[in-house]
């Protein structure tokens, strides 16, 4: 058996994604938690081009990005599948995996530093492509795997847990049980999950962490020349 | 054999590579071309959530986005493979992929509506970019897949062809042989590949296209309020 080491940093809901799904096959690892502040020679030289993490590094080879990392756990352990085997499902699991890259980001890069009135507006955008993923992906599904959680519920994993802690630093909900109330309930299912549960970050830990790095957001938009200061996008 | 149909729009990179896929394997399928402007009903009700091409029809079955579409091609029709067999390099290859897509769309936007001075600066940051590409992925090989061509060269082929348009419209080179060299001379062996050479959109007609694209978010940043007007990000 080869060796399988990841590389994280407490914090990052990227990272679990790695950690669920070694979890949920059953893959031991060992795992090196990272001073981001402070680049280990073990991070530098492993992801010398984006110099993030979650690395893992199975064999003495390792891979970054925490989707490329998710597709070569699927394949190297294929027990406890986590994509459909249909080639047309498992496209429609990527598909809504790419979606939450690339809708998801900019949404979250508005709302997380986002001040006064302006939360108002950023938690609506946000609600508007949460309803798109709740209506399209999950529907009535307990798990957007179906009956039991795969790769896209690891993706959205931050939605469940880190986005409490979020919402509350910013003072603005998002997943509101009126306006998103399948999503909300998914949260729920999500939670229940033994492997899911034992493997999340401290909440209070979480909490100061978010409030700590959105107060430097903030501080750092009121620093800049006016009208940019508005300008939530 | 099921029917393959792609929606596409003539001038986009994106729906190339799927073209490009398909004709490697030698996949036959009808090409149905989109008006963006006025989208057709097949294109609303095959990709409802992003409303953009390309997607593929398999067998009355639509996929959108085109990594996506790649996956699912290389995974339904196996012959002359664009992925490597070995989980690691394939997972390397999968790596570059997003790396296009994060990190070169943000510096793409910057630089093809920049104007006066902005256009140099620009033209460096995408340099850097691109830099990186060349010596961490492409080094010293024929193509980005080594011998032959690869998903990683299909998903920046846009550099190949789509670029030199884009280079004339901004008015400033980014591909100079002096700073990419490595790079230039894979452009060259890439538009020697006949699949690629033989299945390109017309190269004034796209030269025109980019031109007027330019002038339109040119003008429309002429009318936003200063400074943003001078806010190349």
Redesign the interface.
């Known amino acids: 058996m080869e060796e399988v080491k990841l590389l994280g940093f407490w914090p990052s809901p990227f990272v679990y994604r790695v950690i669920w799904a070694l979890r949920l096959k059953d893959v031991q690892f060992d795992y090196v938690e990272e001073d981001l502040s402070n680049k280990s020679e073990l991070l530098l030289r492993y992801n010398?081009?984006?110099k993030k993490v979650p690395v893992l590094i199975?064999g003495g080879?390792a891979?970054?990005?925490s989707?490329?990392?998710l597709?070569?756990i699927e394949?190297?352990w294929p027990q406890n599948p986590l994509l459909p085997k249909d080639?047309?499902e498992?496209?429609?699991a990527?598909?809504w995996m790419?979606?939450g890259?690339?809708k998801m980001r900019p949404i979250h890069q508005a709302y997380f530093p986002a001040i006064g009135e302006e939360r108002e507006k950023a938690a609506k955008q946000y609600q508007e492509v949460l309803k798109?993923l709740e209506d399209?992906c999950l529907g009535d599904q307990r798990f957007f795997g179906g009956e039991t959680i795969g790769m896209v519920d690891i993706v959205y994993g931050m939605l469940a847990y880190w986005f409490e802690c979020m919402e509350e630093a910013v003072g603005v909900k998002v997943i509101e049980p009126s306006i998103l109330p399948r999503l909300h309930a998914w949260v729920k299912n999500l939670k229940q999950v033994s492997v899911i549960n034992d493997n999340l970050p401290h909440h209070g830990k979480l909490l100061a962490y978010y409030k700590t790095s959105r107060e430097k957001l903030v501080s750092a938009r009121s620093t800049l020349?006016t009208?940019?200061n508005h300008?939530a996008s």
Chains 1, 2 share one sequence.
Do not use: G
Request: glycine share 0%; net charge negative; no cysteine.
């Open positions: 010398p081009v984006l199975h080879k891979i970054a990005e989707l490329v990392i597709e070569y394949e190297t080639p047309h498992k496209a429609l990527r598909f790419q979606f890259l690339e798109i399209q020349p009208p940019s300008d």
